[in-house]
């Protein structure tokens, strides 16, 4: 593995000391391609302590001996291990962070006549590290992201060290480098799908038609509108609409051009009601460059995630208020199940955090625990008010442990509740503030899935309402697919024990990995590319912490 230092960066001095120590010594003290070579290595990767390790090993590997350069002359490998870093764009990352330019001029060079003095191991060294270091860094940033995730404040597992060195030796032995090379990229169909979204959002971004032309106030179906030609251009573009789509009035927003504009705004994370209003008309008006960095950001983002996916997980996508349950599908590619969900409401301390934990239990007609924070700051103050009737709600005070004893509803009593020594909970019913099924796995956060009363929510397009925990649309679906190992749980079963008259406690016999995840860009399994808000700002951060970087590392 490529040892890198905070954040993922690493020096860029490898390619200037690679040319200046090439004239360090003289032919005759550097001759040949043995020993002579070796020791150049050595003198070369003492001077690169991010990437000495990984470069002793991979020379290791190769017995010393040049991996890219061979009879004085680039290999065919070479040629394609420079192409697939010249190609790193159309992965979302930056060629010249790894180089490109360079190593295009040491290879030109490298395939020049030599002195007469024979070919200096130091100069073949050199020129020889220097794409064996770029490959390194390359893979590293492919196989684990350029940013660690911990640096913007994200609690995901850390992805296992890949063997990156022996990666670059078959590569630089293989008939196909790029193939060897691309086994580092996640396996996931998301990803795969991102990439060629991107190479299509960057031929779309150079087309400097696609813009409107102009403010406008709210235009609503049947109005007219006189730069509905530039949208129905901007649309077809996108593929909301049909270029082959019919129209009688040019100037006139109707028909297909309104369904056109609703699909956009499905896409978008908008109320998909036809009206152009001021959020439609601001997603309409992104820059499609803007659109081509937030795809890169959601590449960046699948390189956190592991190298193989669980047997059965889900996954719930903060920004798109969406779950998905997958089984034996190691590639992400077609939910079992999807629903809509409510997560943390944004700007209020109540994000939900990204993280992943194993599911180990199920509870039907759960209590609600209060939280003391939000006990202290808003329920005590409006029972005190008078504004919250706690019996007729459901709420009782109690003391701590696993046998609670119940208070009475006091203002003395209340002012413990305050000071967390006694609590609040919710009994189970209808009511119930996590409805009828809670779905618990271990965190820090003491956040976990559950039903609701509030269904109403579902059918908002923005559904950022809690307090951090998520609240599933279809609980009971949700229950069934955990419960599936478990042949004594079915639907019947289910619906009785949400619907019956005792709190239980039921755990799984696998527990069912959860992934809480944030991207912004994501692409359907037909193919339809939605992209939503940056909800947390999180996307934003890790921007941030991109633009540290060195532009050659």
């Not at 590290?129 to 995730?149: E, K, M, N």
């Not at 209020?348 to 939280?371: A, K, L, N």
């Amino acid at each position: 593995m490529v040892k890198v230092e905070e954040g993922r960066r690493v020096t860029g001095r490898v390619f200037a000391i690679a040319l200046l120590l090439a004239g360090a010594l003289s032919p005759l003290q550097a001759q040949g391609s043995g020993h002579g070579f070796a020791t150049a290595i050595d003198t070369l990767v003492r001077e690169m302590p991010n990437e000495e390790m990984a470069l002793r090993r991979l020379y290791t590997l190769a017995a010393q001996r040049p991996l890219w350069l061979s009879h004085g002359g680039p290999t065919p490998q070479t040629l394609a291990a420079i192409t697939f870093i010249d190609s790193a764009a159309r992965r979302g990352l930056r060629p010249e962070a790894y180089g490109i330019d360079t190593l295009h001029s040491l290879f030109a060079a490298s395939a020049e006549p030599d002195s007469a003095d024979g070919f200096d191991s130091l100069r073949l060294a050199a020129i020889d590290v220097a794409l064996s270091r770029s490959l390194l860094q390359l893979l590293a940033d492919l196989g684990h992201g350029q940013v660690d995730p911990a640096s913007v404040g994200l609690e995901l597992p850390s992805r296992p060290e890949r063997d990156l060195a022996s990666i670059v030796l078959a590569a630089s032995q293989s008939d196909d480098v790029a193939r060897v090379l691309e086994t580092v990229e996640p396996p996931y169909a998301g990803y795969a799908a991102l990439l060629r979204l991107l190479a299509r959002y960057r031929a779309l971004a150079a087309d400097t038609t696609l813009t409107l032309s102009r403010d406008e106030p709210t235009v609503r179906p049947n109005d007219l509108y006189a730069d509905a030609p530039r949208l129905r251009k901007l649309l077809a573009a996108l593929g909301d609409l049909s270029p082959h789509a019919a129209y009688t009035e040019p100037n006139r927003y109707a028909g297909a051009l309104v369904l056109a504009v609703m699909h956009f705004q499905r896409r978008h994370g908008l109320t998909s009601d036809g009206t152009i209003g001021p959020s439609t008309w601001a997603a309409l008006r992104v820059p499609l460059a803007t659109r081509v960095r937030q795809i890169e950001l959601a590449l960046e983002r699948w390189r956190w995630l592991p190298p193989r996916a669980p047997a059965r997980y889900v996954v719930v996508n903060i920004p798109a208020f969406r779950l998905y349950a997958f089984e034996n599908d190691s590639a992400a590619a077609q939910p079992v199940l999807s629903m809509n969900v409510v997560v943390g409401e944004a700007g209020r301390q109540h994000d939900t955090p990204v993280f992943v934990s194993e599911m180990r239990e199920v509870v039907f007609r759960p209590y609600w625990d209060v939280p003391p924070r939000i006990a202290r700051t808003e329920l005590v103050p409006a029972i005190k008010r008078g504004e919250l009737d706690m019996e007729s709600e459901g709420y009782e005070i109690v003391s701590a442990g696993d046998r609670p004893r119940v208070y009475r509803v006091t203002r003395a009593n209340l002012d413990r509740v305050a000071a967390g020594t006694l609590h609040i909970r919710q009994r189970p019913g209808q009511g119930n503030a996590l409805g009828l099924v809670k779905f618990v796995f271990p965190n820090e956060h003491d956040v976990y899935l559950h039903g609701t009363p509030a269904v109403k929510l579902f059918s908002f397009a923005r559904r950022d309402f809690s307090h951090g925990c998520i609240r599933a649309e279809q609980p009971a679906a949700l229950a069934g697919f955990v419960l599936t190992d478990d042949s004594t749980w079915n639907r019947a079963a289910i619906e009785a024990a949400m619907h019956g008259r005792e709190t239980l406690h039921v755990p799984l016999a696998q527990p069912v990995t959860v992934f809480i995840l944030y991207m912004t860009t994501v692409v359907a399994p037909d193919g339809t590319p939605y992209f939503y808000p940056d909800l947390y700002g999180e996307d934003a951060k890790v921007e941030r912490v991109l633009g540290q970087l060195p532009n050659e590392r």
